[in-house]
Nanobody
Framework: QVQLVESGGGLVQAGGSLRLSCAAS????????MGWFRQTPGKEREFVVA????????YYADSVKGRFTMSRDIAKNTVYLQMNNLQPEDTAVYYC??????????????????WGQGTQVTVSS
């Protein structure tokens, strides 16, 4: 089992920045992929970014490309999501996810085995 705990959400004005953290614990050596998703009420959880744990490639949704950056600290088993130039449409609950197998379908929920509890990000206009 892998446990994921997100932190760093909050309220920010449009154009501002936030950095989310996701601390992983447990059998982290089994993780092959880490990702961030977000969800707003009444909508499906949507893909934001994913990173193959053993590689350097990071894949971003078009809606966040150029504004969000995913990074990781392997020694701390922690991944980060730096979010710049936030806009009201970025308001959502952000979830960290981990999968034990790399999948080309990294944009899909089914590619992940473990999920955090989510952290709220609210961007005011």
């Amino acid at each position: 089992q892998v446990q994921l705990v997100e932190s760093g959400g909050g309220l920010v004005q449009a154009g501002g920045s936030l950095r989310l953290s996701c601390a992983a614990s447990g059998r982290t050596f089994t993780v092959s992929i880490m990702g961030w998703f977000r969800q707003t009420p009444g909508k499906e959880r949507e893909f934001v970014v994913a990173n193959r744990w053993s590689g350097i490639n990071t894949y971003y949704a078009d809606s966040v490309k150029g504004r969000f950056t995913m990074s990781r600290d392997i020694a701390k088993n922690t991944v980060y999501l730096q979010m710049n130039n936030l806009q009201p449409e970025d308001t959502a609950v952000y979830y960290c996810a981990a999968g034990i197998s790399w999948s080309s379908t990294y944009q899909r929920l089914g590619a992940y085995d473990y999920w955090g509890q989510g952290t709220q990000v609210t961007v005011s206009s």
